[in-house]
């Protein structure tokens, strides 16, 4: 968890300090993180593209659900990647190093938490569509076809962004103005 003390009191956009420049951060997590967090991004987006681009390949061929459905938990592990690792903790915390305004934080937040509910709820999907297609092959074909596994995967999507808005919303008017948030996680 990132703890964001430049949450609060942001300046206005352009405010600067004495010296015609915004005084920056102080970066709370120090240069390891930063490096590691680094190499994770530099390596796992490349092997996360390139599967989603072999996935994608295999679903158009193939017309088969759980191509589709991989497809998609390859891409919410993209988003989680860019939003969490790049936009949460590289740019926001060691490349800016500056404060940001509020709602560039809420908007990154809601991104997270979308990211990675829909991550685990398209693994739930893909287990259940696995099972039905062990458990039941006979009736999977009626259950399991693209259009629905499509319709599936949007509806996981959009439900994901309304509910990570939606909690971060009352989140935020539970905790009150004044209270220090810790926005973000790194997974």
């Known amino acids: 968890m990132i703890p964001l003390q430049n949450a609060s009191?942001?300046?206005?956009?352009?405010?600067?300090?004495?010296?015609?420049?915004?005084?920056?951060?102080?970066?709370?997590?120090?240069?390891?993180?930063?490096?590691?967090?680094?190499?994770?991004?530099?390596?796992?987006?490349?092997?996360?593209?390139?599967?989603?681009?072999a996935l994608s390949k295999l679903a158009s061929r193939t017309k088969k659900?759980?191509?589709?459905?991989?497809?998609?938990?390859?891409?919410?592990?993209?988003?989680?990647?860019?939003?969490?690792?790049?936009?949460?903790?590289?740019?926001?915390?060691?490349?800016?190093h500056r404060k940001v305004p509020?709602?560039?934080?809420?908007?990154?937040?809601?991104?997270?938490?979308?990211?990675?509910?829909?991550?685990?709820?398209?693994?739930?999907i893909l287990t259940v569509d696995r099972y039905v297609a062990l458990c039941h092959p006979l009736q999977y074909r009626s259950l399991s076809y693209p259009e629905r596994t499509r319709k599936v995967i949007m509806t996981v999507f959009l439900s994901s962004f309304v509910t990570g808005n939606s909690i971060l919303l009352v989140e935020r008017r539970l905790e009150g103005p004044s209270s220090s948030r810790i926005v973000g996680s790194i997974a």
């Open 102 to 124: 509020n709602a560039f934080i809420h908007m990154v937040s809601v991104l997270e938490f979308s990211s990675n509910h829909a991550s685990i709820w398209i693994t739930v």
């Open 9 to 53: 009191d942001t300046p206005p956009l352009g405010a600067e300090g004495e010296e015609g420049h915004t005084d920056p951060s102080p970066c709370v997590l120090g240069y390891i993180p930063v490096i590691y967090y680094s190499i994770l991004l530099g390596l796992g987006l490349p092997v996360n593209i390139l599967t989603a681009v």
């Open 65 to 96: 659900s759980s191509y589709c459905y991989l497809l998609a938990l390859t891409t919410s592990d993209i988003l989680t990647q860019i939003f969490i690792i790049f936009v949460g903790f590289i740019l926001q915390t060691a490349i800016l």
